[in-house]
């Protein structure tokens, strides 16, 4: 009976330890800060130079495996994509808007890390933060060349639960949002789903050739 009892009492012990180890995960997970729109930008242009200046030693996979956490972190990339397609994604059932969203993802991983590959002391700049309607914010960065000319790149995001997160990049006065709204809705219109599913999957195919 003193085992039986023993035994009991222990494994009270532990459950109230496991409780309280998961009440002490879910306060510090609700209370951690999230990082301010610079320092998600900072830290995504941070990498960004990483693998330019990795480029010649890493192959496509490895700048691919170097942004891909990055990138997953600073950008929404579901709400882009869902954005991009406007009604056409209501009309998609959930596997459908699931299988979408991990492609553009990929896309996207795979173009920075096919664009991204080669450093001749380029730096980034961030200039000024502006407020948009709706918990938006633009971030003006400027990405500045080895002849000392500049690009202009300029960041909206949208402040979320988990922080807060790319939702279009205007580079050059484009923006890279409208320009797969309309490339995206015109192969949805003529071709249907599986039309725009496989010129994702042929663009992916093609950054890593590059």
Known sequence: MKAIHSIKSLLSILTIAILLQGTSLSWAEETTPTDSPDEVIRNLQSTLLQS???GKELDFQGRYDL????????????FIIRTILGSYWTEFNQDQQGEISDIFSQ???????SQFKDYNGEQFEILENRP????????????IKSDKS????????????????IVNIVAKGVSELAIKRTEYRSILQRDGYPALIEMLKEKIIEAEQI
Do not use: C, K
């Open 52 to 54: 330019m200046r990795e």
């Open 67 to 78: 942004l891909a956490p990055v990138l997953s972190q600073s950008h929404n990339f579901e």
């Open 107 to 113: 896309l996207s991983i795979a173009t920075y890390a």
């Open 132 to 143: 948009f309607p709706q918990n938006h914010i633009e971030v003006r960065t400027h990405l």
């Open 150 to 165: 500049t690009v202009d790149l300029r960041y909206l995001m949208r402040q979320e639960d988990i922080g807060w997160r």
